[in-house]
């Protein structure tokens, strides 16, 4: 697929994965798939130069490491794509550092939220993301960039 127009090759988005994402493929894949970290960020690397961005991809189990990723999106970054994990529905500091940075965010889950455990049906973070995907597996992560692609094609 051709890069979307109006975005100039390599246009850099920040692809940000919360705590216990380092053990994608291995911790509970009847939940999360046999997907590993590598592999969706694989994904995301090549799903972002087909539409003209390229991924920056992170991950920390830290929360201030997370929100430190964020603040320097501000300057280096033209959108997030973040999978908050667990501080989805823990971290106001998270959310807030999202807000502050008035940058397209779009929150990713590779499982559906509101199907669990009823703690995980609120996040802090879906207040402050422009788009919300969970339950597709890592495809989501193909989706978030497809629309952060538009978010920023739309900003510029």
Request: aromatic letters at 4%; one cysteine or more; proline letters at 5%.
């Amino acid at each position: 697929m051709p890069h979307s127009p109006g975005l100039p090759d390599g246009t850099p988005v920040l692809v940000l994965n919360g705590p216990n994402l380092n053990l994608l493929g291995l911790r509970e894949p009847d939940v999360y798939g046999r997907d590993t970290l590598a592999d969706v960020e694989e994904l995301c690397r090549a799903t972002a130069a087909d539409h003209g961005l390229r991924a920056d991809c992170r991950q920390s189990n830290h929360e201030g490491a997370l929100i430190d990723a964020v603040h320097e999106a501000r300057t280096e970054h033209r959108a997030i794509v973040i999978n908050p994990g667990g501080y989805s529905h823990t971290s106001v500091a998270l959310r807030d550092a999202l807000a502050a940075v008035e940058l397209p965010v779009v929150e990713v889950h590779l499982s559906n939220i509101h199907k669990r455990e009823e703690f995980r049906h609120h996040s802090y973070v879906s207040a402050v993301a422009d788009a919300v995907i969970c339950g597709a597996g890592a495809h989501g992560y193909a989706l978030a960039l497809a629309h952060a692609a538009t978010l920023v094609r739309e900003k510029r």
